[in-house]
């Protein structure tokens, strides 16, 4: 905590050092350094010139904001070379990023450094951690990740020695000439590991540079200042008491949004495209239009909605009325998510998504391995109310459960950690899964989730999960049906009308999931006339097996047709390799049903292609089933097309990039709204289609930006496929209210108002001296 002294001198110090807007004249400007092979644009050399005066000012760094596109990589590799360190020993720029952007940063760096002034360079990630400080320091530039990042302040806070020992980036003798946050809106959530293990480096010169400093709420702009390591400011309570707090209440909103519109002028530097310098705007590129296309639901697709809103106000009343809306937050978010498949594809709600861990195991397993976790991991879990994943950072209200530790992760991240082909996520190890939090070995025979958990040892919490200790009352209903089908693959007529039978008499029930699904939740299998103690396990392998080839049904009635592997099973396993992914995609294809955002989606794509079959098109979801539906009827009409989504390999992933941006005949590449917001570089397509809304208008804003960016020849289409009158229209109310937020804070035009306050003024607004008389 700061003292009221040290925080009043620290304010006064970083209200004097407030200089007035001036254009720095072109003389007096940054000239491209010498090691570098390509010219700086007018915009870039303003922002090397400022990052050099910030790094010899107090502040000794700060925010690189520039708008998505403008080259902000550019300009911090100029600042490296144009700024080395003059001690020999402690000489490195750290650069830590997201592992998909490792790879670009060590491209760029070679593309625009001379070769006689070549920086070494080194990627301290996977093998690369093996390397010691000492090694470290002899480069000019490491590059590390954030999962890397994390992995270490798990072992430093280990008490294990030797896990302590191999802490060579946020080690106690690990000092940094420089560390450089990319994306650095990874932090952005203060109670994070990641978000801890930033502010544990040590460096002389620290540098964040992001498009988006905040994305939801002014409170993601303290871990960018705790890093920073800028005071006041820097301590939570001051900022929380003097920002954050002033913010929320509408009657200091005002004086809460000049405060930190002082508050970035000191640290921060940000221009968007049409920022002007010289009288023009630095980016000349055509401009951006975004189109709303209202997409109408067919007749049984608005029957479908209609019931599933019916069913969840219902349940959202329930809550209300009993005062119980925040106890089940993670239950009405799910309900929210149903709503938000419905408008893409009811597929979407009943069969298809990454598996939950859990999924398929009989609920005597899961309950019996809870009941073997010891007394003390029981009463840690008992009084634990929040979980976070330790591995993507996720909330997860039923995470699932490690025996014998009772340490936890999100089920998606379980599948990777156990299955080497899907490790390719920073801090999962590749071989011999261990758990992430104590390395204790991981199996899936070795699980149970935290429902089952609650159901054994805290039934008090129950309702978390849909159900209740009342046994007249509603319990949710976990299970969804699966398609009755033999184990035969072939394409057969009979099996499909088997299929579309199986369609047309299904339920609504099905919509109703666990509150610890996620937008990628699958179901668990229910075959016909089968008891929840003889549904298969996971990988095919029941309580009782009677063989180890493929899975059966477990009954007493032997005649009984063999099990088919589930869609989701079959998504799942198409991640490992292409036979597997063919096989998936067969299945997919036969008993494919479109959808009206489908069929918009093709009729643009159509459109495109008819007006100029040069376009290139990427097109956003943040349902990556979505985007394998949306593959059928792409190879029918003879789209070619790539991918890009977390699911892939680095080096799958700057193929499907490299392929797109060289490859003429490859016009269309699907996204992965989470994998591919922020980094990328796509800008041979000047058409977005986004088929669903995301709850955050910046994430939009930075994949939009992967096209409409320099060097972009062509003018950029954005077609938001919306269908009107659902949940859809209120997510872009929420969107137009924390754009309205956070555009004030980051405002330009106001940074430069704030500029023209006299010091009187701005030490009254922070509460440091009288109102100055006019």
Known sequence: ???????????????????????????????????????????????????????????????????????????????????????????????????????????????????????????????????????????????????????????????????????????????????????????????????????????????????????????????????????????????????????????????????????????????????????????????????????????????????????????????????????????????????????????????????????????????????????????????????????????????TVFLPCGHTCCGECFQKLIDPSQAIREGVETNNAKCPHCRGPLSSERITDYHHFCKVFSPEKLHLFGEAKDENEEVAVADAESDDESDDDSDTESDSEAEEDEDAGSDLDDFVVPDGADDDYEAPVKVKGESSKKRRTKGGRGKKKKSKGKAKAEDDDDNLPKLKKTLAQLKQESLRNQAAKKKYLKRLRKTFKSSSKIDRTVELLTEIRNNDPSEKTLIFSQFTTLLDLVEVPLQDRGFKYQRYDGSMKMDDRADAVNAFMDESDQTIMLVSLKAGNAGLNLNKASQVIILDPFWNPFVEDQAVDRAHRMPQKREVNVHRLLVPETVEDRIITLQDGKRELITAALDENASKSISRLSIGDLKYLFGLGPRPSR
């Open 1 to 399: 905590m700061l003292d009221e002294g040290a925080g009043s001198e620290a304010l006064n110090k970083l209200i004097e050092g407030l200089q007035p807007d001036e254009e720095v004249a072109k003389e007096l400007r940054e000239e491209t350094p010498r090691a570098m092979c390509s010219q700086l644009m007018e915009h870039q050399k303003l922002g090397l010139t400022w990052l050099k005066k910030n790094e010899t000012s107090s502040n000794k760094g700060g925010i690189l904001a520039d708008d998505m596109g403008l080259g902000k990589t550019v300009q911090a590799i100029s600042l490296i070379v144009s700024r080395p360190s003059d001690d020999p020993a402690c000489k490195t720029t750290l650069i830590v990023a997201p592992v998909a952007l490792m790879r670009q940063w060590q491209k760029e760096i070679e593309r625009h450094v001379h070769a006689h002034s070549r920086l070494s360079v080194y990627i301290y990630h996977g093998a690369g951690k093996k390397a010691k400080f000492d090694k470290l320091r002899q480069f000019d530039v490491v590059l590390t990740t954030y999962g890397t990042l994390t992995w270490e302040y798990k072992r430093k806070e280990s008490r294990a020695d030797i896990a302590r020992n191999s802490c060579h980036i946020i080690g106690p003798t690990s000092k940094w000439h420089r560390v450089i946050l990319d994306e650095a809106q990874c932090i952005k959530n203060k109670s994070t590991i990641v978000s801890k293990a930033s502010n544990e480096l040590r460096a002389t010169y620290r540098l964040c540079m992001t498009g988006t400093p905040m994305m939801n709420s002014i409170d993601e702009l303290y871990p960018l200042i705790r890093f920073l390591q800028i005071k006041p400011y820097n301590d939570d309570a001051r900022f929380r008491s003097h920002i954050s707090k002033p913010i929320k209440n509408a009657n200091e909103r005002e004086m809460g949004i000049k405060r930190v519109q002082v508050l970035l002028k000191s640290f921060m530097l940000r221009r968007a495209k049409d920022t002007k310098i010289d009288g023009e705007e630095i980016c000349k590129i055509p401009p951006k239009h975004v189109h709303k296309d209202d997409v109408e639901f067919d007749e049984d697709e608005r029957e479908l909605y209609s019931a599933i809103e019916t069913n969840s106000q219902l349940k959202f009343n329930k809550y209300l009325a009993k005062g119980t809306v925040t106890n089940n937050y993670a239950n009405i978010l799910v309900l929210l998510l149903r709503l938000r498949q419905a408008c893409c594809h009811p597929h979407l709600i009943k069969d298809l998504g990454v598996q939950v861990s859990t999924e398929g195991i009989p609920e005597e397993d899961l309950l019996s391995r809870a009941k073997q976790l010891h007394g003390d991991v029981v009463n840690r879990l008992k009084v634990m109310e929040n979980f976070e994943c330790p591995i993507c950072y996720e909330a997860i209200p039923n995470p």
